[in-house]
């Protein structure tokens, strides 16, 4: 396998990633996170493909016929989610203080989604794909680490460009920006279903 290759998959399989993390990126998202998120993608997608390896052929035939339909229903479900919030925004508590410093500086996350678990399971769903891709890696006569880190680098890159040009179209957007974005989520997952 050369690295021609190697780099079309790591392409077609960051795709997801770009998509999905235009549409997060629409709601507005502070760069810490978006620095955060791009690198937790770009992990999922070096640790999925060996883990794929690991698990084997067997396995493969079963996973990889619903890894698209698993990733899509958690797509679907971190859209909902995503509405849901926007017609149902939760009350959050602070001290004056800092209360008055997040209104002040503007530093209070806007997209509450991509909180505690919600980054790994949204990391998860668009790398399920390098799972399958994971299983046939075992088959080919390839240099694993090099295929392994260049689908991880290049998938940490498309969702950190994803991510910049949502943020940058987001505001353009106004207040319904995260409507946006999760509508967009739950079409791509709709779309991933069928």
Not at 23 to 40: D, E, P, Q, Y
Not at 82 to 95: A, D, G, L, N, S
Not at 115 to 126: C, K, P, Q, R, T
């Amino acid at each position: 396998m050369n690295l021609v290759w190697i780099v079309a998959v790591a392409i077609a399989l960051g795709a997801d990633a770009f998509s999905l993390s235009l549409a997060i990126g629409f709601s507005g998202i502070r760069k810490s996170m978006m620095l955060r998120l791009s690198l937790v993608v770009a992990a999922f997608h070096v640790v999925m493909p060996l883990v794929g390896m690991m698990l084997g052929q067997a396995l493969g035939t079963i996973v990889g016929r619903y890894a698209s339909g698993i990733g899509a229903l958690v797509l679907i479900g971190l859209g909902a989610r995503m509405i849901y919030k926007v017609y149902r925004p939760t009350v959050q508590h602070f001290p004056f203080w800092e209360a008055r410093n997040a209104f002040f500086k503007n530093k209070s996350s806007t997209n509450s989604s991509l909180n505690g678990f919600g980054i790994y399971l949204l990391a998860a769903s668009v790398s399920l794909d390098a799972l399958s891709v994971g299983f046939s890696l075992g088959t080919l006569r390839t240099d694993i680490l090099i295929t392994v880190m260049s689908i991880g680098v290049i998938a940490g890159l498309m969702t950190g460009l994803g991510l910049v040009l949502g943020r940058l179209i987001g505001p353009w957007l106004g207040a319904k920006a995260e409507l946006v974005g999760g509508v967009a989520l739950l079409l791509i997952g709709i779309k991933l279903l069928f």
